[in-house]
Nanobody, 122 residues
Framework: QVQLVESGGGLVQPGGSLRLSCVAS????????MAWYRQAPGKQRELVAT???????NYADSVKGRFTISRDNAKNTVYLQMNSLKPEDTAVYYC????????????????WGQGTQVTVSS
């Protein structure tokens, strides 16, 4: 059983910073890409940032230059450093991982965390 658990959300003023963490645990043989998504009230879930196993990254245009995704492969952990936060960044942030659970399983499956709320407001 694979679990992804996010932490680090909260209330922050515009212009402030937060750092989200997501730890993958359980039966894990290998992790490919990890990503952060977000979903604001009344909107579809959107991709925020992706980091592949080799370290290459991609960002949504709306967060480029403000957010940084990173990972610690030894700890099966992905981070999202969010700076210069804006009210429009308010959303539930979800961690996603492409995980191969066992050596016998040949494919990578998508796993999701439960989400952490980020609220940017004065």
């Amino acid at each position: 059983q694979v679990q992804l658990v996010e932490s680090g959300g909260g209330l922050v003023q515009p212009g402030g910073s937060l750092r989200l963490s997501c730890v993958a645990s359980g039966s894990i043989f290998s992790i490919n890409a990890m990503a952060w998504y977000r979903q604001a009230p009344g909107k579809q879930r959107e991709l925020v940032a992706t980091i592949r196993s080799g370290g290459s990254t991609n960002y949504a245009d709306s967060v480029k230059g403000r957010f940084t995704i990173s990972r610690d492969n030894a700890k099966n952990t992905v981070y999202l450093q969010m700076n210069s936060l804006k009210p429009e960044d308010t959303a539930v942030y979800y961690c996603n991982g492409e995980i191969r659970a066992t050596i016998r399983r040949l494919s990578f499956d998508d796993y999701w965390g439960q989400g952490t709320q980020v609220t940017v407001s004065s």
